[in-house]
């Protein structure tokens, strides 16, 4: 997605607006709302999701390990194939932990890696993106937006600190 071009012609078009005498800019009102992302939680990690999962790999295999050590020749197969699949499991999760430690965030969405989950109602969270707009009261048409992947109760000042400066 090219964010900037999407802003560039957002900006024009409330531009147009203006020179219609669309936008009044004496009274706006903003509002923010979380955009549920393509990202679901069962694919975000962060450092204590991936340690859980280690965990459990980890003593899956002991499992197994202590279950082949005592298997016969028609279960050894089977129980090899689940070690095996285990020791993937526990590579991916490595590759996340790494990919993890070497970014400076605290979590990593692998299908959506821009968004995060954040709370959205009532404690409740979601992979998601945060959207705060301005929109002016003449004829409630949007003025300005930003989109973050934080829980940010100051960007909305921020935003309409700038809808105010621009006018």
Excluded: C
Aim: cysteine-free; overall charge positive; proline content about 2%.
């Amino acid at each position: 997605m090219n964010s900037k071009a999407i802003k560039k012609v957002f900006r024009e078009t409330v531009k147009v607006a203006k020179h219609f005498n669309l936008i009044g800019g004496t009274l706006i009102a903003g509002d923010s709302t979380k955009l549920r992302a393509q990202n679901s939680k069962k694919n975000n990690f962060n450092q204590k999701k991936i340690s859980r999962h280690l965990e459990y790999i980890e003593n899956k295999l002991r499992e197994y390990n202590e279950a082949l050590a005592e298997s016969d020749g028609d279960n050894k197969r089977i129980i090899e194939e689940e070690i095996g699949k285990q020791e993937h499991r526990k590579a991916v999760y490595k590759k996340i932990y790494t990919q993890l430690s070497e970014s400076s965030e605290p979590q990593v969405s692998t299908s959506d890696p821009d968004s995060r989950q954040m709370i959205t109602r009532n404690n409740i969270t979601e992979v998601a993106y945060n959207l705060q707009t301005t929109v002016d009261a003449k004829n409630n048409l949007p003025v300005d937006y930003k989109v973050t992947n934080t829980n940010d109760s100051k960007a909305m000042g921020k935003l309409v600190l700038t809808m105010y400066i621009a006018h």
